[in-house]
Protein backbone atom coordinates (compact mmCIF):
# COMPACT_ATOMS: atom_id res chain seq x y z
CA UNK A 1 0.00 0.00 0.00
CA UNK A 2 1.67 3.11 -0.95
CA UNK A 3 1.32 5.45 1.82
CA UNK A 4 2.47 8.96 0.04
CA UNK A 5 5.65 10.50 -0.09
CA UNK A 6 8.28 9.43 -2.78
CA UNK A 7 10.35 7.30 -0.92
CA UNK A 8 10.04 3.30 -0.42
CA UNK A 9 7.55 1.77 1.61
CA UNK A 10 9.34 0.12 4.35
CA UNK A 11 8.24 -3.01 6.86
CA UNK A 12 8.62 -2.00 10.67
CA UNK A 13 11.28 -5.24 11.00
CA UNK A 14 13.32 -3.95 7.91
CA UNK A 15 13.73 -0.50 9.50
CA UNK A 16 14.88 -1.52 12.51
CA UNK A 17 17.32 -3.60 11.68
CA UNK A 18 19.28 0.41 10.84
CA UNK A 19 20.06 1.05 14.14
CA UNK A 20 23.55 1.70 15.13
CA UNK A 21 26.54 4.02 13.69
CA UNK A 22 27.21 2.70 10.29
CA UNK A 23 23.54 2.70 8.95
CA UNK A 24 21.28 4.47 11.51
CA UNK A 25 17.63 5.40 10.57
CA UNK A 26 14.88 6.95 12.15
CA UNK A 27 10.93 7.01 12.53
CA UNK A 28 9.59 10.65 13.20
CA UNK A 29 6.00 10.97 12.49
CA UNK A 30 5.44 7.42 10.33
CA UNK A 31 8.45 9.01 7.75
CA UNK A 32 11.90 7.30 7.78
CA UNK A 33 14.62 9.33 7.96
CA UNK A 34 18.81 8.13 6.95
CA UNK A 35 20.52 9.88 9.40
CA UNK A 36 24.10 7.81 9.29
CA UNK A 37 25.91 11.10 7.80
CA UNK A 38 24.27 13.42 9.94
CA UNK A 39 25.27 11.47 13.22
CA UNK A 40 28.57 13.37 13.40
CA UNK A 41 27.11 16.78 12.49
CA UNK A 42 23.75 16.79 14.96
CA UNK A 43 23.81 19.50 17.71
CA UNK A 44 22.28 16.90 20.46
CA UNK A 45 25.37 14.38 19.65
CA UNK A 46 25.24 11.00 18.01
CA UNK A 47 24.20 9.18 21.17
CA UNK A 48 20.92 10.42 21.31
CA UNK A 49 19.92 9.63 17.63
CA UNK A 50 21.59 6.19 18.39
CA UNK A 51 19.24 5.95 21.05
CA UNK A 52 16.32 7.18 18.94
CA UNK A 53 16.89 4.14 16.42
CA UNK A 54 14.65 1.02 15.68
CA UNK A 55 11.55 2.10 17.53
CA UNK A 56 9.28 5.45 16.60
CA UNK A 57 11.33 8.63 17.56
CA UNK A 58 8.58 11.17 16.83
CA UNK A 59 8.22 11.82 21.00
CA UNK A 60 12.18 11.90 21.21
CA UNK A 61 12.01 14.74 18.09
CA UNK A 62 9.30 16.26 19.27
CA UNK A 63 9.93 16.90 22.77
CA UNK A 64 13.19 18.99 21.99
CA UNK A 65 11.21 21.11 20.64
CA UNK A 66 13.44 21.27 17.39
CA UNK A 67 13.77 24.40 15.47
CA UNK A 68 12.00 24.84 11.83
CA UNK A 69 16.06 24.55 10.57
CA UNK A 70 16.17 21.46 12.08
CA UNK A 71 12.78 20.42 10.62
CA UNK A 72 13.92 21.48 7.20
CA UNK A 73 17.13 19.07 7.36
CA UNK A 74 14.53 16.67 7.40
CA UNK A 75 13.49 16.51 3.68
CA UNK A 76 17.19 15.94 2.89
CA UNK A 77 17.30 12.95 5.17
CA UNK A 78 14.18 11.62 4.14
CA UNK A 79 14.17 7.89 2.57
CA UNK A 80 10.47 6.12 2.86
CA UNK A 81 7.43 5.76 4.96
CA UNK A 82 6.54 2.91 7.12
CA UNK A 83 4.11 0.56 6.48
CA UNK A 84 1.47 1.31 9.25
CA UNK A 85 -0.05 -2.18 9.35
CA UNK A 86 3.37 -3.81 10.59
CA UNK A 87 3.39 -1.15 13.25
CA UNK A 88 1.90 -3.06 16.65
CA UNK A 89 -1.02 -1.43 18.30
C1 LIG B 1 16.68 13.61 11.72
C2 LIG B 1 16.33 13.99 12.93
C3 LIG B 1 16.95 15.17 13.65
C4 LIG B 1 17.44 16.34 13.14
C5 LIG B 1 17.49 16.80 11.68
C6 LIG B 1 17.92 17.11 14.26
C7 LIG B 1 18.51 18.38 14.18
C8 LIG B 1 18.89 19.15 15.24
C9 LIG B 1 19.34 20.51 15.16
C10 LIG B 1 19.51 21.31 13.87
C11 LIG B 1 19.59 20.93 16.42
C12 LIG B 1 20.06 22.34 16.85
C13 LIG B 1 18.90 23.07 17.54
C14 LIG B 1 17.73 23.30 16.61
O1 LIG B 1 17.94 23.83 15.49
O2 LIG B 1 16.60 22.93 16.98
C15 LIG B 1 19.30 19.82 17.31
C16 LIG B 1 19.45 19.86 18.67
C17 LIG B 1 19.15 18.81 19.52
N1 LIG B 1 18.65 17.59 19.16
FE1 LIG B 1 18.19 17.00 17.31
N2 LIG B 1 17.72 16.41 15.42
C18 LIG B 1 17.13 15.22 15.08
C19 LIG B 1 16.72 14.22 15.94
C20 LIG B 1 16.84 14.25 17.30
C21 LIG B 1 16.39 13.21 18.20
C22 LIG B 1 15.65 11.94 17.79
C23 LIG B 1 16.73 13.61 19.45
C24 LIG B 1 16.51 12.95 20.78
C25 LIG B 1 16.55 11.66 20.96
C26 LIG B 1 17.41 14.88 19.35
C27 LIG B 1 17.94 15.59 20.40
C28 LIG B 1 18.48 16.85 20.31
C29 LIG B 1 18.93 17.61 21.46
C30 LIG B 1 18.94 17.14 22.91
C31 LIG B 1 19.35 18.84 20.96
C32 LIG B 1 19.87 20.03 21.77
C33 LIG B 1 21.35 20.11 21.74
C34 LIG B 1 21.83 21.31 22.54
O3 LIG B 1 21.32 22.41 22.32
O4 LIG B 1 22.72 21.13 23.37
N3 LIG B 1 17.46 15.24 18.02
N4 LIG B 1 18.87 18.76 16.56
Given at each position: MKMGG???VYTLAEFSQHNNAKDCWLLIGGKVYNVTKFLEDHPGGDEVLLSASGKDATDDFED???SSSARAMLHELYVGDIDASTIPT
Open positions: EGKVGH
